[in-house]
């Protein structure tokens, strides 16, 4: 009787555990921030500024002082003359003074001097005279529809963590901070090579004793779906000989020196 132990079936984490024994992390690389989905983020940087990076309106209304507004009442409204209008991406010429108030879009800054923004449902425009002027029915409160800066994100704080697999959402928190490139891990890379003489090509047409390999397609999607780059996939008749041929000649193509990414 033979004294050879044969072959035993591995869990999968004793599987896992001999791979990551036997591989080593390989150096980080730069990269635009379009090019970063599903990579691991090899450095993390604190915020270079607040996020939101001033005061502003999360409504489309008008910003008031809201002194102005505390006895306003359906019976005994404030009406306010317009001195200014604010969409997203104009900076108010000058602060707000007592007595006036501003128009303002959704995502604008809000001015200095107004410390609420009343949202165009809760007052009424006036377009009967010029200069334009709103009617307001009710006091406001401080701060009211006004997002401050740094809300989201402070300076110096840690928008994520090293390690991190970069989502969309991500990469758009990195892109509102002004993180055009990032230090990554590079992407696998996987040749495929699927063996059996028993194996057709996808649109090749069945015979006795043969299967089409939808092993072969899905695994070269899978490895994608994960981010890897698959170098080569190739079906490979059953010849010892030629599997270690196929092998060997693979191992090349998937190293990571031919990667040609940038450092």
């Known amino acids: 009787m033979s004294t050879v132990a ?53 409504m489309d209304g008008y910003a008031v002082v809201t002194q102005d507004l505390a006895g306003a009442t359906t019976a005994a409204p404030v009406t306010l003359p317009v001195s200014e209008v604010l ?46 002027r709103v009617r307001f029915t009710r006091p406001a409160r401080h701060d009211e529809n006004i997002r401050p800066a740094g809300r989201d994100l402070r300076e110096g704080e840690m928008p994520l963590t090293e390690g991190r697999e970069l989502s969309a959402y991500d990469l758009g928190l990195l892109a509102a901070l002004g993180e055009a490139r990032l230090r990554v891990g590079p992407r696998a890379r996987v040749g495929i090579l699927s063996t059996g003489d028993e194996l057709l090509d996808v649109d090749q047409a069945l015979k006795p004793g043969a299967i089409r390999d939808s092993n ?45 990414a940038s450092r």
């Open 216 to 260: 072969r397609p899905m695994l070269a999607l899978l490895a994608e779906e994960c981010g890897a780059v698959v170098t080569l996939s190739e079906r490979v008749r059953d010849e010892p000989r030629l599997v270690v041929e196929r092998v060997r000649a693979a191992l090349p193509r998937s190293a990571r020196s031919n990667c040609g």
């Open 6 to 58: 044969g072959p035993r079936a591995l869990t999968f984490g004793e599987a896992r555990a001999r791979v990551m024994a036997a591989v080593r992390a390989l150096p980080p690389e730069t990269v635009p921030l379009a090019e970063a989905r599903g990579r691991a983020l090899r450095r993390a940087d604190p915020a270079g500024h607040d996020l939101p990076p001033f005061r502003n309106a999360s």
């Open 87 to 132: 969409p997203a991406g104009r900076v108010a010429s000058r602060p707000v003074r007592r007595g006036e108030a501003m128009r303002i879009m959704t995502g604008a800054q809000v001015p200095d001097g107004a410390n609420a923004v009343v949202a165009f449902e809760d007052c009424t425009r006036l377009d009967d005279a010029a200069p334009e």
